[in-house]
């Protein structure tokens, strides 16, 4: 079966970094799209990046643009989102997402994709 096993998160301070690592298997990984969202209690789930099956095409939310990058191994099966310049509105859980409807875009809404990981936490403190 497809699983996605997110990694990575953790506790950091504010002007911090960390880089989110997301595992699949169970699925031929080039021929999927994946993605990046976040949620925190009580809001909806935000599209956060995504990227291509190839790496050509990449997308960010305006709150993460210039400070977030997403990347992809496909011979890993892994796709990554670097952080920095980390803020608490930040905080979230973050999950990986994989599309296999459009793999040579980017989906940028919940309904886009097809797998989803359990999500890894990542808590920026003032």
């Known amino acids: 079966q497809v699983q996605l096993v997110e990694s990575g998160g953790g506790l950091v301070q504010a002007g911090g970094s960390l880089r989110l690592s997301c595992a699949a298997s169970?699925?031929?990984?080039?021929?999927?799209?994946m993605g990046w969202f976040r949620q925190v209690p009580g809001k909806e789930r935000e599209f956060v990046s995504g990227?291509?099956?190839?790496?050509?095409?990449?997308y960010y939310a305006d709150s993460v643009k210039g400070r977030f990058t997403i990347s992809r191994d496909n011979d890993k099966n892994t796709v990554y989102l670097q952080m920095n310049s980390l803020n608490p509105e930040d905080t979230a859980v973050y999950y990986c997402?994989?599309?296999?409807?459009?793999?040579?875009?980017?989906?940028?809404?919940?309904?886009?994709?097809?797998?989803w990981g359990q999500g890894t936490q990542v808590a920026i403190s003032s």
């Open positions: 169970g699925l031929t990984f080039s021929w999927y799209a």
């Open positions: 990227i291509s099956w190839n790496g050509g095409t990449t």
């Open positions: 997402a994989a599309d296999h409807s459009r793999p040579e875009t980017v989906g940028r809404t919940l309904q886009d994709y097809d797998y």
